[in-house]
């Protein structure tokens, strides 16, 4: 699951983005449009520099601008800096394995495989996102077509004796 800095992270990147590049934009106004608590946010901005993602400079046309144009970032690469691996469990991780001390068999366990099925899908889908492309399903409103909700499986009947 995205953690809160995790998504925070990614609604400042998704703000960077809609400027021009090389255009600084303060923390105090990223916070401000994007509702994130200034301090986290100077944490998860210094993170971000940190790993590339974006440039600061100080002073009064300082602030923060993206190191690299928003086609050309990847959300995968945006929420494995901030929250690290995107597998739901350890020894479903490919970065950041751990085998399971509780688990007799891992090559049989049916909870890895389905853990490891979402991992992959995960990172499919993050790994061939772009921010901008990010950035342009929020402003159409296409959650609707990209982001359905799977059918619901159908319910067993309950017989009562």
Same mark, same amino acid.
């Given at each position: 699951m995205l953690t809160k800095k995790g998504k925070y992270g990614l609604k400042a990147m998704a703000h960077l983005a809609q400027f021009p590049p090389g255009e600084f934009v303060h923390a105090v106004d990223i916070a401000e449009e994007q509702n994130i608590p200034k301090r986290f946010l100077n944490g998860i901005l210094f993170e971000l520099r940190s790993f590339g993602f974006v440039h600061s400079r100080m002073g009064k046309n300082g602030g923060y601008t993206l190191a690299r144009e928003a086609d050309r970032i990847m959300v995968g690469e945006i929420v494995r800096a901030i929250d690290g691996p995107l597998a739901p469990i350890a020894c479903a991780s490919k970065t950041r394995y751990q085998r399971c001390e509780d688990c007799a068999s891992e090559s049989a366990c049916p909870v890895r495989f389905l853990m490891v099925? #979402?991992? /992959?899908?995960?990172?499919?889908?993050? @790994?061939?996102?772009?921010? #901008? /492309?990010?950035? /342009?399903?929020?402003?159409?409103? #296409?959650? @609707? #077509?990209?982001?359905?909700?799977?059918?619901?499986?159908p319910r067993l009947a309950v017989v009562e004796n």
């Open positions: 099925e #979402a991992q /992959r899908a995960l990172s499919q889908l993050l @790994d061939n996102c772009s921010l #901008a /492309r990010m950035c /342009r399903l929020g402003q159409s409103g #296409a959650i @609707d #077509a990209c982001c359905e909700a799977p059918p619901s499986p």
